[in-house]
């Protein structure tokens, strides 16, 4: 299962990350933490966007919408 998870593989990214998670998720919330650590040790641009009332699936309408316009300014920023 660890190999399967982002934090198995998270000392090869260098490129800026934007992590999405809801916090109702219970397999994730125990996993991104430490991973932000690590990006955060090593210098790796990062943010985080949490969604306290949501799961995995980021679907609810105001989430979406919040979601649009947080990647946008994220892809404006770092691919510009």
Do not use: Q
């Amino acid at each position: 299962m660890y190999n399967s998870s982002p934090i198995a593989y998270v000392e090869k990214i260098v490129t800026p990350y934007l992590l999405l998670n809801g916090e109702k998720d219970l397999r994730v919330v125990s996993h991104y933490r430490p991973f932000l650590r690590n990006l955060a040790a090593r210098g790796v641009p990062h943010r985080v966007l949490t969604y306290p009332d949501s799961c995995h699936p980021l679907n609810e309408i105001d989430v979406e919408a919040d979601l649009a316009i947080n990647m946008i300014r994220w892809f404006d920023k770092y691919l510009h």
